[in-house]
């Protein structure tokens, strides 16, 4: 096991709903806040997210393809650790340990035999960096009787909560998340899923514009609402009024569920300035709802932070609310996710609990992450 004597730095990958690739951080965490030694995306590429993609929404897939993805990722993850280490001029016995989340394939918290699946070995992936690797945070939760997410929003209280303000971290990746942080701190973190983030909106616009995602949301903003299929979303949708604790993916909000609302006839710019509409309105009803007081500021992170459309949007629904990016508290929107799973590792090698049981239902706080050794 590499054992850097005293070292704070760790590693995060994370590779999200949203399949643009994997964003990798190091960090430091022997000062608050922590430092970010370096971060960077490197894209998947059209083939592979085409593959995982297939994956996530197949039925029928054979155990050859799943398990030989399962390796090539974790191949994929080890050359992003690795170049990271070489562009930032470290060496890779200085990193205590890596925080993989690895790449959801399918999310059932619900189901009678409660499960969710990552793919990305872990074991090649400290075999081919020489770093110890921490991975599978999800399952002891689930375990537990949890949903296994958002696990994002124990980070969020470590680094953001405030005395001085209610705030809401919102992570808009494919799936939207939320992490509410009364400024009273004897009041419990409130986290959950509302619903799609930019998994519909990328997909339609890979659909039709053949482009990976909407630049700025200038597509999104060019169309009107189709409100017949905005409200029918909405009404037929359970997941929106369900109440927390709740988690989804995009092994449910997906293109089949969305070719369940299409109208007959429509203008493909007002489909996803609709989706547009449904994603700000799911974030803003479950924001409206937060007890004891909805925040006085939402602080926005993941892929979402980029559509100015969409936050615009979110600004409207909720004028009471100042909208901002995590950029205001001096975080990169693109690495919250790979932060929070570098302090996820760094929590599990110091046997410290990495769960909310407020916010996943679990019957208690718990260690998360199998610990694979590099050595």
Same mark, same amino acid.
């Given at each position: ?8 730095i ?6 999200g ?15 608050? $806040?922590?430092?970010?030694?370096f971060?960077?995306? &490197?894209?998947? +590429?059209d ?5 995982i ?7 029928? =897939? *054979? ?14 993850? =080890? ?29 059932? $918290? ?14 090649r ?9 921490? =991975? ?5 939760? #689930?375990?537990l ?27 808009? +990746?494919? #799936? ?27 997909? &339609?616009i ?6 990976g ?5 200038? &597509? ?26 709740? *988690? ?26 609709t989706?547009?509409?449904?994603? =700000? ?10 007890? $004891?007081?909805?925040p *006085? ?7 979402g ?9 979110? *600004?409207?629904?909720?004028p009471?609310?100042? #909208? ?5 508290? +001096?975080?990169? $929107? ?8 570098? &302090? ?22 718990? #260690?998360? +992450? ?6």
């Amino acid at each position: 096991m590499s054992d850097p004597a005293g070292s704070e730095i760790y590693a995060g990958l994370m590779s999200g709903t949203s399949l643009d690739g994997i964003d990798a951080a190091i960090v430091d965490f022997s000062v608050f $806040p922590p430092t970010i030694l370096f971060c960077n995306t &490197w894209p998947y +590429g059209d083939d592979l997210k085409q593959r995982i993609q297939d994956l996530c929404q197949s039925d029928t =897939a *054979s155990l050859d393809t799943l398990y030989s993805l399962d390796a090539e990722l974790g191949e994929r993850y =080890a050359d992003a650790i690795n170049n990271a280490i070489e562009i930032a001029g470290l060496d890779a016995a200085s990193i205590t340990a890596i925080g993989c989340h690895g790449q959801t394939i399918c999310h059932s $918290p619900n189901s009678r035999f409660a499960y969710s699946t990552q793919i990305g070995d872990p074991n090649r992936l400290a075999a081919l960096t020489g770093i110890t690797t921490v =991975a599978d945070f999800r399952r002891k939760d #689930i375990a537990l009787g949890g949903q296994g997410a958002p696990l994002a929003s124990a980070f969020h209280q470590f680094l953001f909560r405030s005395p001085e303000e209610n705030r809401a971290l919102i992570n808009i +990746g494919g #799936i939207a998340n939320i992490s509410y942080l009364a400024a009273n701190f004897e009041s419990p973190v409130t986290g959950f899923d509302t619903g799609p983030g930019n998994s519909l909106l990328d997909h &339609w616009i890979q659909r039709h514009k053949n482009v990976g995602y909407d630049e700025q949301g200038a &597509w999104g903003a060019s169309g009107k609402v189709i409100r017949p299929m905005l409200e029918r979303m909405l009404d037929e949708e359970d997941y929106f009024t369900s109440k927390p604790p709740k *988690s989804t993916g995009t092994d449910y909000f997906n293109s089949t569920w969305l070719e369940h609302f299409l109208p007959a006839e429509y203008d493909a710019a007002d489909v996803q300035t609709t989706l547009v509409e449904l994603t =700000a309105v799911t974030i803003a009803d479950a924001i409206s709802r937060l007890q $004891p007081e909805p925040p *006085s500021s939402c602080y926005i992170c993941g892929g979402g932070a980029h559509n100015h459309y969409l936050l615009e949007r979110l *600004s409207r629904a909720l004028p009471a609310c100042n #909208i901002k990016t995590t950029d205001d508290l +001096g975080m990169n $929107p693109d690495f919250v996710e790979a932060i929070a799973f570098a &302090w996820l590792a760094r929590e599990r090698l110091q046997l410290r609990s990495g769960n909310l049981p407020e916010v996943t239902r679990a019957s208690k706080s718990t #260690i998360l +992450g199998g610990i694979y050794a590099a050595d």
